[in-house]
């Protein structure tokens, strides 16, 4: 099921970026035809000039001189027109694609729906009869080897099509590391209050170099369109790297034991990928994997375990309830390795790496994200702003809180992932929104009515923020008469909400 996952995604990549090409290439096709059409126009009225050269009198020079840019014209349209079938010859050739995509995504869906039809059918026999050769160390290492010579593959091909990306991402780590230098140097200049808050700011941002790195290749999903599952396996790797030094000194000593356990855990998860699904030796690293659940799971959910100290007030008894639920996920998958059930097996363990890997590394990234703002408003640049010094704390708490949903959003998402579900809950959704109801003439539909609500939401907030921005911001540092600044506001924001209204109808 993983490598029937990893690969929609690849070729989901593909199928984004040929929508990538298409949407160029038509854009060029659409500017070659208004291009030919003008030198068209252009080249016919010459040419009507030129018909009309006697009763004109033009002289001699002139005419060939229009002679010249007739020519010119014809040369260019020819040109042009050469490049035009080649442009719609790549654009049949996108389509085609487009159509193998699909057709390989359907083929995928269909393989996926037949496994996951078969979780509760007992494929294997038990884990004590399952007597194969590739517990033997010289199968393993064939396998393995196997397997690192097609990783090896996806690596160069990875690397040939994403030379460009790859530079603008390396731009990016640079960019976010001269950032978080420049915040910490601010920051250690100025004086704050002595509190958890700002220790915390603090340890963030006097690592520059981890906190940075960290940053920059949690953005990799979003620079590479197409990922293949060996490199996103290694993306994964590098980031266990910072992400363990940042935690081992963050958390209290009594969760380091089991931040290594996290780290063993995840190694397990990347080496049994390298070989065959429903195997032996397969069967008991998953085994061992969902021992390391259930201890980790133990260890952080403990009344001593200190797990307080690194997660906001209030998320301690919703923790403590998902561990619990997660150690029944641990001992079911467990049980249903050794009897045979191995399919349900391996989605109940992929599901449980999503559910505890995911939420610590984006809760790092928080804490990350949370001191790069901080950092930020705390510049001389932002205390300037009067903005920022009279709603520090909102605009703080607000951040805060969009992260925390964002995270929440792409918890769920991994855990789809795992399950397989991802890309049919999204198809569910989007069917959902383009369900309609036809009252006449008038047509109602989902996506519709949130489409309205959302732009209503974002006509409010950009309402709030042009209030500020003029009666905070700008009004008390230019003089106007009485009564001018008011007008203006209430002029500016009526017309948003006017706008606003009128596209959300």
Not at 169 to 180: G, K, N, Q, Y
Not at 315 to 341: D, E, H, P, Y
Request: include cysteine; aromatic fraction near 14%; charged fraction near 20%.
């Amino acid at each position: 099921m993983l490598k029937i996952d990893n690969a929609e995604r690849e070729w989901h990549g593909y199928g984004n970026t040929l929508d990538s090409w298409e949407s160029t290439v038509n854009n060029r096709i659409s500017n070659l035809e208004k291009t030919i059409f003008e030198i068209q126009v252009s080249k016919r009225t010459w040419e009507l000039t030129k018909k009309s050269e006697v009763e004109l009198d033009i002289p001699e020079e002139s005419k060939n001189r229009i002679d010249e840019v007739i020519k010119t014209s014809k040369e260019y349209i020819n040109k042009f027109k050469s490049k035009l079938d080649t442009l719609i010859i790549i654009q049949n050739k996108v389509t085609d694609f487009q159509i193998l995509i699909e057709g390989v995504l359907a083929l995928l869906d269909e393989q996926k729906t037949v496994v996951q039809s078969e979780y509760f059918i007992r494929n294997s026999p038990a884990i004590w009869n399952a007597g194969d050769t590739t517990v033997k160390i010289r199968n393993a290492v064939q396998q393995f080897r196997n397997s690192t010579e097609g990783h090896t593959k996806s690596f160069q091909l990875f690397a040939e099509n994403n030379s460009s990306n790859t530079i603008a991402h390396l731009a990016l780590f640079i960019v976010l590391l001269l950032i978080f230098y420049y915040l910490n140097k601010d920051f250690n200049n100025q004086e704050y209050p002595e509190n958890k808050e700002t220790e915390r700011i603090q340890y963030f941002l006097s690592r520059y170099f981890l906190s940075s790195f960290l940053l920059a290749l949690s953005f990799a999903l979003v620079i590479y369109s197409s990922m293949p599952p060996a490199v996103r396996e290694l993306f994964s790797l590098l980031l266990l790297i910072p992400t363990f030094i940042l935690y081992y000194t963050l958390i209290p000593k009594t969760l380091r034991t089991t931040l290594f356990l996290i780290v063993i855990l995840y190694i397990f998860d990347e080496i049994h990928t390298f070989f065959t699904a429903k195997t032996l030796l397969t069967r008991l690293f998953i085994l061992v994997q969902n021992i390391l659940y259930i201890w980790i799971i133990r260890n952080l959910i403990k009344p001593d375990s200190h797990i307080s100290l690194i997660v906001k007030p209030g998320w301690t008894k919703a923790i403590i309830r998902i561990g619990n639920t997660l150690i029944v996920f641990a001992f079911v998958s467990i049980i249903c390795n050794i009897i045979g059930f191995v399919n349900l097996s391996f989605i109940l363990s992929n599901t449980l790496v999503a559910a505890i890997i995911a939420p610590i590394a984006l809760n790092l990234l928080i804490y990350i994200l949370n001191a790069f703002f901080s950092g930020l408003f705390r510049t001389k640049l932002f205390q300037n702003s009067n903005i920022i010094k009279q709603y520090d704390k909102k605009i703080h708490s607000s951040t805060y809180t969009l992260l925390i949903y964002l995270a929440i959003f792409l918890w769920i998402r991994s855990i789809l992932l795992a399950l397989g579900l991802a890309y049919r809950v999204g198809d569910w959704i989007i069917g959902l929104m383009e369900k309609e109801w036809e009252w006449g003439t008038v047509t109602i539909s989902f996506g519709g009515i949130f489409t309205f609500f959302i732009v209503i939401l974002f006509t409010w907030i950009i309402t709030k923020a042009i209030k500020h921005l003029l009666e905070d911001e700008i009004f008390p540092r230019i003089k106007l008469s009485r009564g001018v600044p008011g007008a203006i506001s209430m002029v500016v924001r009526y017309t948003i909400v006017a706008f606003g209204i009128y596209v959300a109808l």
